[in-house]
């Protein structure tokens, strides 16, 4: 049961009818604007999303944590929206996709994150190409799930006020609220990549949000805001993740091409032991340690630098053959290979311990959430690559995979010594009632 203190503060989630609407960005001005008005405002990311959280933590000053009910329980979301909601003066969760859409079909959707933690939702409709039509797609969405607590709508795209004249008229008919309409601004257009937005540090961001605040304050209403969604914080009992004062030590590459992880996975590596942060790209070898995560990110950028660190590459490959325990995902998994093949066919070696090659040459989409069996336990993750493994007839493979409605996704787990690698991105920051992290005591067992 989840109490609620006495302080109020605004707390509400960034939503839309589908992807492509502008909510990130929408997103990324309103955690501008709130920290320009001198707020403390902390970041939630529905979903698996490793890009949009670290810009969300660019644009507000506080870490974003993802909130995801496929691959966490209930209990875990509430604990976690809890935990990093005390002592902030307000809160944005931006949704995933669709409001409604979910693992399988609304299940573990946006909309039922929103129920979960009782917030409200700001939806956020691409009305360039429509007018009073919008009023049918407002009265759906407040109609269909009751439950869901619709605040009002913020128009993006919209250049005039004669246009917002009918959309405003729409919401009087509906009987939804309007925060105000946000015109098309070239200033605060993020570029985009495979995967997702550019979180490239080589970007003016410090001029990039202070052109979306000053945008964001010009056209809404942020006072209207606070006002609609303030509601009392609430109050969740958490597990105290004290340090077990294990001594083991930790190694986890951080860098351009290696930067997807999800923060309570992090914690979790935190609690078993010390961490240390190191760069495939820029290091020379390995730092002393018992346990290697490396994570995803974009290897395929940084192919020749990755490449031509010849001596990184053989620090790791001999820690690898030594029975070193490793967790290598997606990139990670790539960069373990014979080689990685770059869209124009031009072949870069790699660390050459798994004796597969990986490509970009023909990118194929794979996406979607995965659950990985092995040995009587499930895990669970996601999958979101172009990249894909064109040769690997002599490695040996473990566990089964499924998606989220348990169909047979193709998926791979290669194993060899003591070492891990697969597509899969996995999340264990969730501790079981034993007080442990069960998949992290399978890799480092």
């Known amino acids: 049961m989840k109490d609620f203190g006495t302080e109020t503060i605004p707390q509400f989630m960034v939503a839309a009818p589908a992807s492509n609407c502008g909510k990130t960005t929408l997103t990324l001005g309103l955690l501008s604007a709130f920290k320009a008005k001198g707020l403390s405002i902390q970041p939630f990311k529905c979903g698996p999303d490793y890009l949009d959280t670290q810009l969300h933590t660019k644009a507000s000053g506080q870490q974003s944590i993802n909130l995801d009910l496929f691959f966490s329980s209930e209990n875990h979301v509430k604990e976690l929206y809890s935990q990093y909601t005390q002592n902030k003066q307000a809160t944005v969760v931006e949704s995933v996709m669709g409001l409604f859409d979910g693992a399988n079909r609304g299940n573990g959707s946006s909309a039922n994150i929103s129920k979960l933690l009782n917030i409200p939702v700001i939806l956020v409709v691409d009305a360039r190409a429509m007018a009073y039509s919008v009023a049918p797609l407002l009265y759906g969405y ?164 990755l490449s031509a660190n010849k001596s990184m590459l053989q620090s790791i490959k001999n820690y690898c053959e030594q029975g070193g325990k490793v967790l290598a995902e997606c990139g990670g998994m790539m960069y373990l290979g014979k080689s990685i093949e770059d869209r124009e066919g031009n072949t870069y070696p790699m660390a050459n311990f798994f004796d597969y090659t990986t490509s970009m040459a023909q990118p194929k989409l794979s996406l979607g959430y995965r659950k990985f069996f092995v040995e009587h336990e499930e895990f669970r993750g996601h999958e979101f690559h172009y990249s894909n493994i064109v040769e690997h007839s002599t490695i040996e493979t473990c566990g089964d995979f499924k998606n989220a409605t348990d169909q047979p996704t193709g998926t791979k787990l290669f194993r060899k010594n003591k070492v891990w690698a697969s597509y899969m991105h996995f999340y264990w920051g969730e501790k079981n009632e034993s007080d442990n992290y069960p998949f992290l005591g399978n890799i480092l067992s």
């Open 142 to 305: 407040k109609n269909f799930d009751p439950a869901v607590n619709i605040a009002g709508v913020i128009f993006n795209f919209v250049n005039t006020d004669s246009h917002y004249q009918y959309l405003q008229a729409a919401c009087k008919d509906v009987g939804i609220r309007s925060f105000g309409y946000v015109p098309k601004n070239e200033t605060i257009k993020i570029p985009g990549r495979h995967l997702g937005l550019v979180t490239s540090p080589d970007l003016q961001w410090d001029e990039i949000f202070k052109n979306l605040s000053s945008h964001i304050a010009k056209h809404l209403d942020l006072d209207e805001i606070i006002e609609a969604t303030s509601k009392p914080i609430p109050v969740q009992q958490t597990q105290k993740n004290i340090n077990s004062n294990k001594k083991l030590k930790i190694a986890i590459s951080k860098d351009e091409a290696f930067s997807f992880t999800y923060y309570e996975n992090l914690k979790a590596l935190e609690f078993l032991g010390e961490v240390t942060f190191f760069s495939p790209l820029h290091d020379t070898e390995l730092p002393k340690t018992d346990f290697i995560y490396l994570s995803g990110g974009y290897p395929e950028l940084y192919l020749e630098k």
